[in-house]
């Protein structure tokens, strides 16, 4: 079992900035890949970021590219969303979920979820 802890969501204006952490205390996090996902009100879960497992490879939704960055510390069992400019759109629970093996956009093919967090953003 992987215990996936997410951080960093908050309020924040649009055209503002936060970064959410993706903590896994125990494990060996460079054996997984890993992934942000989100989900708002009323719709369905949906993909933004995926990074591999030595943190070479990333992809990411096209709603978010150029404005997230995903990134991942293997030293500290920690991976990261970097948000900025962000606008009312991304506001949503974000989960972090790992896998083992390749990334992937697809949020079924990750075993390990995390709780989420909230992030708000304000018009």
């Known amino acids: 079992q992987v215990q996936l802890v997410e951080s960093g969501g908050g309020l924040v204006q649009a055209g503002g900035s936060l970064r959410l952490s993706c903590a896994a205390p125990?494990?060996?996090?460079?054996?997984?890949?890993m992934g942000w996902f989100r989900q708002a009100p009323g719709k369905e879960r949906e993909f933004v970021a995926t990074?591999?497992?030595?943190?070479?490879?990333?992809s990411y939704a096209d709603s978010v590219k150029a404005r997230f960055t995903i990134s991942r510390d293997n030293a500290k069992n920690t991976m990261y969303l970097q948000m900025n400019t962000l606008s009312p759109e991304d506001t949503a629970v974000y989960f972090c979920?790992?896998?083992?093996?390749?990334?992937?956009?697809?949020?079924?093919?990750?075993?390990?979820w995390g709780q989420g967090t909230q992030v708000t953003v304000s018009s």
């Open positions: 125990g494990r060996t996090f460079s054996n997984y890949a």
């Open positions: 979920a790992a896998r083992q093996g390749y990334a992937a956009t697809d949020g079924s093919e990750y075993r390990y």
């Open positions: 990074i591999s497992r030595s943190g070479i490879t990333t």
